[in-house]
């Protein structure tokens, strides 16, 4: 058994032959022909599409003082055949743009599509979401919001946004992800780790209040 695992091979094992656009619109397809080494010697020719996405920040906002988490509900063209419907209850999202760091795309994205101010801003975890077929890097962010702050529909009008803020006890969200009624991946990450994370935040928000408290009175 091993104890730890490193890759097989490295980027200079895999070589693109062919980088051709094939869908130039909302999102872009590539058509690549490529050549890379295989597991049981020699190498292996391919073809394959990929859909460049760029990267993209999700940030789940965690109020500690309530235990609750402020999430937001939108239509998903790719749930259209969803059994509960296309409207998924998610992180708040979007995409980088050149020059913007993480916590930049948290702070305008909890802006725009849930009208909060966020803090104790970290990350979780980076990752692919669907490393067949995409390029998309996920940035998965952690912050502290005021969940009394939250209410309404909010998003860009001229981006076809139309979002709903929903603020949800934290032991309801984590029973959402157990039977499958939340359904996005990186909703389903962020609150696993808020479910092993949890005790250790609140504690460090109640020794934080206390400590203030302690400062103001002397």
Request: charged share 30%; net charge negative.
């Amino acid at each position: 058994m091993q104890n730890s695992w490193r890759p097989t091979f490295g980027p200079e094992d895999c070589h693109i032959e062919d980088d051709v656009p094939v869908f130039d619109g909302y999102f872009k397809m590539y058509r690549l022909k490529l050549r890379h080494r295989r597991f049981k010697g020699g190498e292996i020719e391919i073809q394959r599409e990929l859909f460049r996405r760029g990267n993209a920040v999700c940030v789940l906002l965690y109020d500690p003082h309530r235990d609750a988490v402020v999430m937001v509900e939108q239509f998903r063209v790719g749930a259209l055949d969803a059994s509960q419907g296309p409207w998924l209850l998610e992180l708040v999202a979007g995409i980088s743009e050149p020059g913007e760091s993480a916590v930049d795309v948290a702070v305008r994205e909890s802006d725009e599509e849930a009208g909060l101010a966020i803090s104790g801003v970290h990350p979780i975890s980076r990752f692919l979401p669907s490393p067949g077929a995409c390029d998309e890097w996920i940035d998965l962010m952690f912050a502290c919001v005021d969940a009394a702050q939250a209410q309404g529909v909010h998003g860009l009008p001229d981006e076809g946004e139309d979002i709903k803020v929903q603020v949800i006890d934290a032991e309801a969200a984590f029973e959402l992800v157990r039977n499958g009624r939340i359904n996005s991946g990186p909703a389903i990450i962020g609150l696993q780790w808020l479910e092993l994370n949890r005790a250790r935040i609140r504690g460090e928000t109640r020794s934080e209040a206390l400590s203030e408290e302690i400062v103001s009175t002397k």
